[in-house]
């Protein structure tokens, strides 16, 4: 397939780093379109292991194009470091390209994300207090700064000035918090797109052009179904567009050049940060399940609350996003485990439903319920090459997931490293 999206079919950190390292391989270029460092992908290459927030995880090939789309709010700071940690490590960034259409985060958006989190009090999402809320809100009201900006020094600052001033207001009068520094935002600022600026292109035309070469494009998903903005279990989400149908605004593709999407879906469930999650385990099932799959966050190092798979959530973001297939993650950790449940319905009323609802009050009042697989022994799983080699009930397993889903499962992963992964379709 020439342009495939690879992205989250559930909460977030269901693999999507470790495949689109995988799949990356035959690819010419690879595109984040949504989020910024909010995302935490991990890549384990050989012995090394990588952590990824904003620089698309084709990178460590060094001859992929690694563009950071419009759709993007990218933090200069973040960048930069994340720059010197690969280049430090001995990764060519010089591919990278950041759209002059993506928006940028200052810190007025950390520190009102932060200040909006503690005034929410119980009620708070759980962000990652990385700004991402209030720049796409700026973004939205039509006042935020663009990287295109950074070209014109005298009005990049005088706006930046201004945004600062105005915050500074919310920031006071609000919340009653105290005011952030103007001159030192503005120096540490035109310190920073000075290093950014060489990067910065229009990578709408790029993109086209290569549709138009016939050139291999990933898109890697950040967050996941869940999170979206629209179609995730709202309030409780990120505020950009993780679906197949973000590809398109958060890139500049047109939406007909899209071919396939790859759903990644963790084996079980997981979430971070607060809002509902039907069949979360709050007993040693959960806390075994998060010791064997290490399930803390890549980027903010909180425990990952952890559950059974669910079908209902499988089936929802199927229909969204319209995958070809499906990428199962982490079938791994499931090894040991004398029986797995899957959800394959919600009982709402006394009757069974099998959709994802909108509002959070009626999703609280499902109950999920369950089918029961067998587990498997073999607590390693990790040298096996072949599907048919796998124990028969982790087969079962899948085979059970692509009945219910009607997705066929193009791949499985069984460990974080790229030999760790059985191809059971040729996806790109
Ligand atoms: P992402 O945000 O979707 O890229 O996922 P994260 O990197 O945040 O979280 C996934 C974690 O699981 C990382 O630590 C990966 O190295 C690891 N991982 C990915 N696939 C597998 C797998 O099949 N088995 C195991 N055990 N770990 C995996
Ligand atoms: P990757 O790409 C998992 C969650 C946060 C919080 C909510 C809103 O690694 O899968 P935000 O800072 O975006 O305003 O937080 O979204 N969240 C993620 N959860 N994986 C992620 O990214 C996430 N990015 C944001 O925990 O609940
Ligand atoms: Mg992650």
Redesign the pocket.
Known sequence: MSTLVIL?AQ????G?GKLTDYLAKKADFVVRYQ?GD????TVEIGEKQFKLHLIPSGIFYGDKICILGNGLVVNPKSLLEEIKYLNDRGINTDNLKISDRAHIIFPYHIKL?QLEEERKGKDK??????G??PCYKDKVERTGIRMCDIFYNESFEAQLRENIKNKNEIINKIYGSESLNADEIVEEYLGYIEMIKKYVTDTTALLNDAVKEGKSILFEG???TF?DIDFGTYP????SHPISGGVSIGSGINPFALKGALGVVKAYTTR????PFPTELNDEIGDEIREKGHEF????GRARRCGWLDIVMLKYSAQINGFSSFAVTKLDTLAGFEKLKICVGYELDGKIINTFPASLETLARCKPVYEELDGWKEEDMRNIEKFEDLPKAAQDYIKRIEELTEVSVGIVSIGPKRSETIIREEIM
Request: glycine fraction near 28%.
């Open positions: 989250g909460w977030g950190d269901e999507k989020g909010n995302a935490g992908h994300d999402i759980g962000t990652t207090v990385k991402i809320g950040a967050q996941g999170l409780f989400l990120t505020s971070v940060g607060r809002g966050g890549t980027t903010t």
